[in-house]
């Protein structure tokens, strides 16, 4: 079984910085690829940032781009990542969930991602 826990989420103004951890423990080997999703009330969840598992390649949610990062501990091989937001708007306000697939190459489908966390709450206020 894995087991996926995001951390960090909380309430901020308009224009702060937070960052959000996830860490995946469990029967999970190799360079998986590690993703970062939200779902603010009342709408679907959308992809925002993955990570591949092998050469560390990105992609990111437009409308995050330039305002967001995401990384991976590398010296604990893929079981940490994190998501670095900055110059945070109230339209940014969701939950933030932690995805996992099995394979190293990224995707912006959640259905294709294995894992989950159970998210953590990030309030931007104006």
């Known amino acids: 079984q894995v087991q996926v826990v995001e951390s960090g989420g909380r309430l901020v103004q308009a224009g702060g910085s937070l960052r959000l951890s996830c860490e995946v423990s469990?029967?999970?080997?190799?360079?998986?690829?590690m993703a970062w999703f939200r779902q603010a009330q009342g709408t679907e969840r959308e992809f925002v940032a993955a990570?591949?598992?092998?050469?560390?390649?990105?992609?990111?949610l437009d409308s995050v781009r330039g305002r967001f990062i995401i990384s991976r501990d590398t010296t604990k091989a893929g079981d940490l990542a994190y998501l670095q937001m900055n110059s945070l708007k109230p339209e940014d306000t969701a939950v933030y969930y932690c995805?996992?697939?099995?394979?190293?190459?990224?995707?912006?489908?959640?259905?294709?991602?294995?894992?989950w966390g159970q998210g953590t709450q990030v309030t931007v206020s104006s």
């Open positions: 995805a996992v697939r099995y394979v190293s190459y990224i995707s912006t489908n959640a259905e294709q991602y294995n894992f």
């Open positions: 469990g029967r999970i080997r190799g360079l998986y690829a």
């Open positions: 990570i591949g598992g092998s050469e560390g390649n990105t992609n990111y």
